[in-house]
């Protein structure tokens, strides 16, 4: 299917309006009533509303700047010697496949290059990071409205989903940037001299 076809975004942006909308009825009957368990609800739904619209927006910005094109060879993307041993410690091996794909088509060997897997790869680790810190802009709703561990709890679950996910890009990479080389190779023996 095509990209558009993928039904992981039309959920997220279908729950997104579904809280953004329960978080305004229950602002509103909170406003009208002062029934005080009204206010962490609205802001409860309000953050998740938050959590799944802007993790579209980043994700959509991502792709108007980079369109799943990255250089490889960046600094950024390589792995650090300690991650072997994290991804160990954290078993990224054992849970690596039970991760939701938001784009699986992108990562699909059979319709794309090794090569463009591991810059999707890039781009998909670019937009977990920068959700892992917009998490946390949430919190400064709590100065004026409270309900601090609300918009705490809500922020952390979103930065360590985000978190988990940027591993697993960082975990995966390394061996997609292998089997593009593998493909460079066999496609300049195959070329004709």
């Not at 009208?32 to 938050?50: D, I, K, R």
Request: charge should be positive; hydrophobic fraction near 45%.
């Amino acid at each position: 299917p095509e990209r558009g076809s993928d039904p992981m975004p039309k959920l997220v942006r279908n729950a997104a309006l579904f809280f953004l909308g329960l978080s305004a009825g229950h602002a509103l009957l909170f406003s009208q009533t002062g029934w005080s368990p009204l206010l962490p609800l609205a802001v409860t739904f309000g953050t998740a509303a938050y959590h799944l619209g802007v993790r579209l927006l980043t994700g959509k910005a991502f792709d108007r700047w980079m369109n799943n094109r990255a250089d490889l060879t960046r600094r950024w993307y390589q792995p650090r010697p300690w991650e072997d041993k994290l991804y160990r410690l954290l078993r990224v091996k054992s849970w690596k496949d039970r991760m939701p794909t938001f784009y699986p088509d992108e990562f699909s060997p059979e319709k794309h290059g090794w090569e463009e897997i591991a810059q999707v790869m890039c781009q998909s680790e670019l937009v977990h990071e920068t959700n892992i810190v917009t998490s946390f802009l949430p919190l400064l709703a709590a100065i004026p409205l409270g309900a601090f561990w609300v918009f705490f709890v809500t922020s952390l679950a979103g930065a360590v989903f985000d978190l988990s996910l940027a591993i697993l890009q960082r975990y995966n990479r390394p061996r997609g940037v292998r089997l593009a080389a593998r493909q460079r190779r066999v496609a300049a023996r195959k070329e004709p001299v």
